[in-house]
T-cell receptor
Framework: GAGVSQSPSNKVTEKGKDVELRCDPI?????LYWYRQSLGQGLEFLIY????????KSGLPSDRFSAERTGGSVSTLTIQRTQQEDSAVYLC??????????????FGEGSRLTVL | AQKITQTQPGMFVQEKEAVTLDCTYD???????LFWYKQPSSGEMIFLIY??????QNATEGRYSLNFQKARKSANLVISASQLGDSAMYFC????????????FGKGTMLLVSP
């Protein structure tokens, strides 16, 4: 597709289970971001991938959260031993980032995670 | 580190009137970009407008304009002739241009347009 694709769109899980959220960025985009948005709140940065550079993991809230990006394209965000406070919409975005470019982010529609 | 502040949790405006959404930012880097995004109730994030720190003129995109005051470190969004479809959450964001960096978002302003 032409846009950023995220799956699943909705995920309901039980506390303590692991979940994986997938993001397929726009082809050719070098940068990929994960954000978390709790109900009625702003966007909380989680992790950022740029090309082959080491990812910026400074936003991950705990060691239960991890993410990888294989082959510079698809990314998977994994949350282990989920807690109720992990319930949120997880947004993925990609951009073609260069110094002379606006680096506008293109967002997916998000994965809504509900932890019971 | 960058910081974005949006002090208006909610704003009300009547249809066809103009409205200004406030945004202030903080960075020590001289080269940066400022963005505004719209998030309607459907949840999608829609890019509205961009302003580079070295741009001489304020950015405009249709009914959207960015009132950029560099010395004050403010980047307010002005929506002219408001429409009912403008009701949404609006986020200001910034990114340092030199090197690679993330996009930092403010907490957002909820805009409600009434008939």
């Amino acid at each position: 597709g032409a846009g950023v694709s995220q799956s699943p769109s909705n995920k309901v899980t039980e506390k303590g289970k692991d979940v994986e959220l997938r993001c397929d960025p726009i082809s050719g985009h070098t940068a990929l971001y994960w954000y978390r948005q709790s109900l009625g709140q702003g966007l909380e940065f989680l992790i950022y991938f740029q090309g082959n550079s080491a990812p910026d993991k400074s936003g991950l809230p705990s060691d239960r959260f991890s993410a990888e990006r294989t082959g510079g394209s698809v990314s998977t965000l994994t949350i282990q031993r989920t807690q109720q406070e992990d319930s949120a919409v997880y947004l993925c975005a990609s951009s073609f980032t260069r110094d002379t470019n606006t680096g506008e982010l293109f967002f997916g529609e998000g994965s809504r995670l509900t932890v019971l | 580190a960058q910081k974005i502040t949006q002090t208006q949790p909610g704003m009300f405006v009547q249809e066809k009137e103009a409205v200004t959404l406030d945004c202030t930012y903080d960075t020590s880097d001289p080269s940066y970009g400022l963005f505004w995004y719209k998030q309607p109730s459907s949840g999608e994030m829609i890019f509205l407008i961009y302003q580079g720190s070295y741009d001489q003129q304020n950015a405009t995109e249709g009914r959207y304009s960015l009132n950029f005051q560099k010395a004050r470190k403010s980047a307010n969004l002005v929506i002219s002739a408001s429409q009912l479809g403008d009701s949404a959450m609006y986020f200001c964001a910034m990114r340092v241009i030199t090197g690679y960096s993330t996009l930092t978002f403010g907490k957002g302003t909820m805009l409600l347009v009434s008939p």
